[in-house]
């Protein structure tokens, strides 16, 4: 079976404070693709970074980085020094190759407040 | 590069009757995905498209479907609508092919619906 899960369903914090997002998967497929998204109000979901599961190198971009792990089936997201702009809901997605499909998590809503 | 485009952007309509959405993938895309997006069951995945050829779909009633032109817009059309049909309806087209980056979903808009 393919899962995500986003355990944290919203997260509030004040502006400059630190993030993290947690995401499980499960997915049986040895190659497969991760993927962060974020919606603000706007409803508009915009691509924030794809992993691929033979890369388990971790990303920073900007105040955004993410945290990969295999062995624990994990893909963090953490937003440094968040700002009000941050406010929105973050998807984690799955891509297992065999499957073709995309599944995403329940997502998390994040606010920040100045 | 423009982006995914949706349109209509808001719908109304009254249950029982249809209704079709569009969606123009961002230039060169071939593949395009639709998902319904709920406040209970979140972002589900509809059906994908390439080349014309509906290529996987989700868990939907038959009286979900879409198509796909040849120049790679498409259409998502939802007959005898029923309340819980009252979602967020999101398009997302990816290039498609060989590199990495063609597993890079990129999203429209969206239309809601509201069915009364």
């Known amino acids: 079976a393919q899962k995500v899960t986003q355990a944290q369903t919203e997260i509030s914090v004040v502006e400059k404070e630190d993030v993290t997002l947690d995401c499980v998967y499960e997915t049986r497929d040895t190659t497969y693709y991760l993927f962060w998204y974020k919606q603000p109000p706007s409803g508009e979901l915009v691509f924030l970074i794809r992993?691929?599961?033979?890369?388990?190198q971790n990303e920073i971009s900007g105040r955004y980085s993410w945290n990969f792990q295999k062995s624990t089936s994990s893909f963090n997201f953490t937003i440094t020094a968040s700002q009000v702009v941050d406010s929105a809901v973050y998807f984690c997605?799955?891509?297992?190759?065999?499957?073709?499909?995309?599944?995403f998590g329940a997502g998390t809503q994040v606010v920040v407040t100045p | 590069k423009a982006g995914v485009t949706q349109t209509p952007r808001y719908l109304i309509k009254t249950r029982g009757q249809q209704v079709t959405l569009s969606c123009s993938p961002i230039s060169g895309h071939r593949s395009v995905s639709w998902y319904q997006q709920t406040p209970g069951q979140g972002l589900q995945f509809l059906f994908e498209y390439f080349s014309e050829t509906q290529r996987n779909k989700g868990n939907f009633p038959g009286r979900f479907s879409g198509r796909q032109f040849s120049n790679s817009r498409s259409e998502m059309n939802v007959s005898t609508l029923e309340l819980g049909d009252s979602a967020l309806y999101l398009c997302?087209?990816?290039?498609?092919?060989?590199?990495?980056?063609?597993?890079?979903?990129?999203f429209g808009p969206g239309t809601r619906l509201t069915v009364t």
């Open positions: 997605a799955l891509y297992p190759y065999s499957w073709g499909k995309f599944q």
């Open positions: 997302a087209s990816r290039s498609q092919g060989a590199a990495l980056s063609s597993y890079e979903q990129y």
């Open positions: 992993r691929n599961s033979f890369d388990e």
